[in-house]
């Protein structure tokens, strides 16, 4: 098993979300985030003074899948959250190792 975690814009979670869908993914787990990366953040002006915003806001998607869906899942979010400028995020694909459904006691693939 695997699991994935994309940090991707927040305007992009509905067409991640629905593109997950269509390839069978039901379940992920979503978290408002914030952070920087090559960007550095960006300025705003608010009340005519102009401040440094360092931290980006950011929504982090956290699903676990068979070891054989990884590469779709990755490869489908990539498409549902580019938009071709910097900032787009970051995915990670990490070993699991072993997976319990705490109701059922399942394990495995099976508890996914």
């Known amino acids: 098993m695997k699991k994935i975690e994309a940090i991707i814009k927040p305007f992009k979670l509905d067409d991640v979300k629905e593109a997950l869908n269509e390839i069978g ?3 992920m787990t979503i978290t408002e985030v914030k952070g920087y990366g090559r960007q550095k953040g960006h300025k705003e002006i608010y009340r005519g003074a102009e ?3 360092d931290f980006v ?5 956290e699903i ?3 070891k054989e869906q990884a590469e ?7 498409k549902a959250s ?3 400028k910097i900032g787009d995020g970051k995915i990670f694909v990490i070993p699991i190792d072993d997976v319990i459904r705490v109701r059922t ?3 495995g693939a099976d508890a996914l």
Do not use: A
């Open 105 to 107: 006691n399942e394990r």
């Open 64 to 66: 676990i899948v068979k």
């Open 57 to 61: 806001p950011k929504i982090k998607l």
């Open 25 to 27: 993914i039901q379940g």
């Open 82 to 84: 580019n938009t071709g």
């Open 72 to 78: 779709e899942v990755v490869n489908t979010i990539c």
């Open 51 to 53: 401040y440094v915003v």
